[in-house]
């Protein structure tokens, strides 16, 4: 168990072959709770295939209707800040294609993004390293003392 606002650092190796790691994980640690959920940051884009009023399909973010479906009612943003939300699917052109409605009119040259939090089911791992700390402690008290590694009673003056 650790206090809330412990730092977390996320490490991994590329392999056995390339003696190098990656940093992929960084974080806090916000409440002691056996339930938490690790979520991932995720960016979907799309593009408009044709723009009505205040309508438009967007092309390119979903790969089938049934993805589509999935996030129908999903909050959607352009890149010239109109939000808008994700309607229905769209059987009639490419699967993944879908209707948005949007506060008012976009631009073919728009970009549509999709802000999602997917949830992550990390590995379970657990390594204590506390007997590294251990050790090298004792051999620090070691150094200081020399006389801290040998028995007593053995071969010293005045044993009687």
């Known amino acids: 168990l650790c206090p809330p606002n412990t730092p977390l650092l996320g490490f991994k190796t590329l392999g056995a072959r390339h003696p190098g790691f990656r940093v992929s994980l960084t974080g806090v640690l916000l409440e002691l709770d056996h339930g938490f959920s690790v979520v991932k940051k995720l960016k979907l884009t799309g593009t408009p295939a044709k723009v009505y009023r205040n309508t438009a399909f967007i092309k390119g973010m979903f790969n089938s209707a049934l993805e589509v479906a999935k ?17 229905k699917s769209h059987p009639h052109d490419d699967p993944g294609t879908f209707r948005a409605t949007f506060e008012d009119k976009i631009l073919l040259s728009d970009m549509i993004s999709c802000r999602l939090w997917v949830p992550v089911t990390p590995v379970d ?5 506390t007997d590294r700390l251990d050790s090298q402690a004792q051999s620090a008290a070691t150094e200081a003392d020399p006389d801290a590694g040998e028995e007593e009673g053995g071969g010293g003056e005045g044993g009687g």
């Open 125 to 129: 791992f657990y390594l204590p390293v």
């Open 71 to 87: 996030f129908t009612g999903a909050k959607i943003r352009t890149v010239s800040g109109l939000r808008g939300q994700i309607k």
